[in-house]
């Protein structure tokens, strides 16, 4: 089965599964003491909306080695949530563990997704311009 290429960064299942992450995050963190508002709240959403964000802004970039480096700064931003969520876990804010099996989903998906990037031979792209 041949798969037509993306036409806009919403189109990448990685794209999509990682702004459902966000926004069950955004969801989950919103019961956070509030005097985590400045803290951890919001290290942990800016940083969960940087994982769908650099997909997006990679998605545009000429050239699969731009956009694979675009993946590596949204695989780094997805180990920066990680932590973040053990670190709301172990302050006994938040049962993380749904969270984190998602958020595992999406770094084997983006994972794949730059593997394939980095992909000299790979027929799910057009050629880079």
Do not use: C
């Not at 969960?48 to 675009?70: L, M, Q, W, Y």
Request: glycine fraction near 6%; proline fraction near 5%.
């Amino acid at each position: 089965m041949h798969m037509a290429p993306a036409e806009t960064f919403q189109d990448l299942v990685v794209w999509q599964k990682s702004h459902q992450f966000v926004l069950q995050l955004y969801r989950h963190s919103a019961d956070f003491p509030k005097s985590e508002i400045f803290g951890l709240t919001q290290q942990l959403r800016r940083a969960a909306v940087s994982i769908p964000a650099n997909i997006a802004e990679g998605f545009k970039r000429r050239g699969r080695t731009d956009k694979a480096r675009f993946m590596n700064i949204a695989q780094g931003s997805l180990e920066e949530t990680r932590y973040y969520l053990i670190l709301a876990k172990d302050l006994g804010f938040l049962d993380t563990r749904k969270l984190l099996a998602d958020l595992e989903e999406v770094g084997r998906i983006l994972g794949a997704y730059r593997r394939t990037l980095r992909s000299p031979a790979s027929r799910l792209l057009p050629p880079a311009s």
